[in-house]
């Protein structure tokens, strides 16, 4: 874990604020497992690598950010091929076919990715069946 964030975070190329910094620390010690697997934070802006850059050790593999501009998630392929698959219009990275992240340009209701992520889904894109 880093004491502080590189220069990066929304691709602009913008340094991270001391303000933007805090409110990562502070979304992140108030983060929520719906889910064994899964991280929410809620982030006050869209600067995902204050949090991501901070994660703990033992922390879920797969992140899911939401912010007023936009939605972010982070981790195994097979969720991002169904968030992407359930939700058209975003983008999608990484280290795939392992992990990656995928993004939306807009806030999500977190209803809406869980729905998305559902069991189901998973189970059909471990197996390499397309989602439901």
Known sequence: MRESCPDKSGNDGRPLSPAEEAAGRDALSRAERPFDDLLLVHLPHNRTAVVMDRLPPGSPANVLIL????????????????????IPGGWFGG??????????PAP???????????????????????PL
């Open 67 to 86: 912010s007023p501009e936009e939605t972010n998630f982070y981790g195994a392929a097979p969720l991002i091929q169904a968030l992407n698959h359930a």
């Open 95 to 104: 280290a795939l076919p392992s992990q990656g992240f995928w993004g939306y």
């Open 108 to 130: 999500l209701d977190a209803t809406r990715i869980f729905a998305a992520l559902g069991k189901t889904n998973h189970e059909r894109f471990a197996k390499g069946d397309p």
